[in-house]
């Protein structure tokens, strides 16, 4: 996170927490802290990163992203 007109910017993260808020903790009641930290943990890493297309990185997973950028990367 940064000043304004930086190359740092947090639009990326301000995104990131919308969608967690609106997929997820908006549609939830949470009776205790340890069960929001362990449903926000499973929707984190079990569907954010491995599952949900994201429109940045071209309508990819961030897993399939990954790989594509390792497999050009050793190609090169």
Same mark, same amino acid.
Do not use: C, P
């Given at each position: 996170? *940064? @000043? &304004?007109? /930086?190359?740092?910017? /947090?639009?990326?993260? +301000? %995104?990131?927490? *919308? &969608?967690?808020?609106? +997929? =997820?903790?908006? =549609?939830?009641?949470? $009776?205790?802290? %340890?069960?929001?930290? $362990? ?5 984190? +890493? @079990?569907?954010? /990163?491995?599952? =949900?297309?994201? *429109? &940045?990185? @071209?309508?990819?997973?961030?897993? /399939?992203?990954? =790989? #594509?950028? *390792?497999? #050009?990367?050793?190609? &090169?």
């Amino acid at each position: 996170m *940064s @000043g &304004t007109v /930086n190359a740092y910017d /947090n639009a990326v993260v +301000e %995104s990131f927490f *919308s &969608t967690l808020k609106s +997929e =997820r903790i908006y =549609r939830w009641h949470y $009776a205790m802290r %340890s069960e929001a930290q $362990a449903d926000i943990f499973l929707y984190i +890493e @079990g569907l954010y /990163n491995h599952h =949900r297309l994201h *429109s &940045t990185l @071209g309508y990819l997973s961030l897993d /399939n992203f990954k =790989r #594509q950028f *390792s497999l #050009q990367k050793s190609q &090169t």
